[in-house]
């Protein structure tokens, strides 16, 4: 039995428009906002001091955070 010809079918991701990268910006803008309306539902406005730059993890968070500002609890937790 002769083995499949590389030219009758090459299996392909079925998103192969998009790389890895912008599918994990995706993911991580996601995951950001959720993390912002659960922090905005639970303890209300960012407070505190801004993380410094090399606390890129933190700083991001806070930055989210800091980008609901203003939204009332009820109304981030039905977000």
């Known amino acids: 039995m002769e083995p499949p010809?590389?030219?009758t079918f090459t299996p392909t991701p079925a998103r192969?428009?998009?790389s890895l990268e912008p599918r994990l910006a995706l993911i991580?803008?996601?995951l950001l906002r959720l993390y912002a309306l659960f922090k905005q539902g639970s303890?209300?406005?960012a407070?505190?001091?801004r993380p410094g730059r090399f606390d890129m993890v933190n700083r991001a968070k806070y930055d989210a955070w800091a980008k609901v500002a203003g939204?009332?609890?009820a109304?981030?937790?039905q977000s």
Do not use: F, I, V
């Open 47 to 49: 407070e505190g001091k």
């Open 75 to 77: 109304d981030a937790k």
């Open 28 to 30: 991580e803008r996601a």
């Open 5 to 7: 010809s590389p030219h």
């Open 71 to 73: 939204t009332s609890s």
């Open 43 to 45: 303890k209300g406005d």
């Open 16 to 18: 192969d428009n998009l």
